[in-house]
């Protein structure tokens, strides 16, 4: 039977375990502080096996302290994590989120992150102790829009947004996205989720809009909840695989 996850908003006696989990991983902790940081964590039975952190700068954040358990890695808890950590920091409308990674940009890269230079980062969070020491000066450096105001959307001059949903987000929402952005060209914002995603794009999908000249591997398998940013949609449209519209 498949284990269900729930993540919690981390309490003062959960910081004990918070730091020995971060140490077991290489992660620094000598300036953790809940009353600086907000923790989000992930327990199986009693035992805390995910984390992550927002530390706040005004309307800026910087995204650090995430971490899963060796022993239950690639079991969604990441995912769980990230998303309840851009869910907050969207309803304080935060305006950017910034993090420092030596060895995930690739998977911050299908979070909308984007690698920028130092100079480009808000001065509060440069003078962090994350920024100022506690990570290396080789450390990557990526950003990610939250929250900024736009037009409604399918006004005049706006473009409408679609969003395509199925169970896994792994072949026909991705490629309804796909034919969705092709077809209709700048008209549209096309999306795609799952309501359980299986975490990857199906190689043949990739394969089908390889030939049809579109880069299907830049696609990510997504939660509904990674989309809620985009809301609201012009049209929501699932694939009758037994998916219900959120």
């Not at 327990?43 to 995910?50: E, R, T």
């Not at 700068?57 to 890695?73: A, C, I, N, Q």
């Not at 060895?103 to 969070?125: C, G, I, M, Q, W």
């Not at 920024?131 to 990610?144: E, G, N």
Request: proline letters at 5%; hydrophobic letters at 35%.
């Amino acid at each position: 039977m498949e284990t269900t996850y729930q993540v919690l908003k981390a309490l003062p006696r959960d910081i004990a375990d918070i730091i020995d989990l971060l140490k077991k991983n290489n992660l620094p902790t000598e300036d953790i502080s809940p009353g600086q940081q907000v923790f989000w964590i992930v327990k199986d039975a009693d035992k805390l096996i995910g984390v992550i952190s927002l530390e706040r700068y005004g309307e800026f954040g910087l995204l650090r302290s995430m971490v899963t358990d060796k022993e239950h890695r690639n079991k969604g808890i990441a995912e769980l994590l990230v998303n309840e950590l851009f869910a907050y920091s969207k309803k304080e409308k935060l305006k950017e989120i910034y993090l420092l990674t030596e060895t995930a940009e690739k998977y911050f890269e299908k979070k909308s992150f984007r690698r920028v230079s130092r100079d480009e980062v808000p001065k509060p969070l440069r003078a962090s102790k994350e920024f100022s020491h506690l990570c290396p000066s080789t450390a990557t450096v990526m950003k990610k829009e939250v929250f900024k105001s736009s037009p409604p959307a399918g006004g005049d001059g706006c473009k409408k947004k679609v969003l395509f949903v199925c169970v896994e987000n792994s072949n026909r929402s991705q490629m309804s996205q796909a034919f969705a952005s092709m077809l209709a060209g700048e008209s549209i914002e096309a999306y795609s989720a799952g309501s359980k995603p299986s975490g990857l794009v199906n190689p043949k999908a990739i394969a089908a809009m390889k030939e049809l000249g579109y880069d299907l591997s830049r696609h990510s398998s997504k939660y509904l909840k990674e989309v809620e940013q985009y809301a609201p949609f012009d049209a929501v449209v699932t694939m009758g695989c037994g998916d219900a519209c959120p």
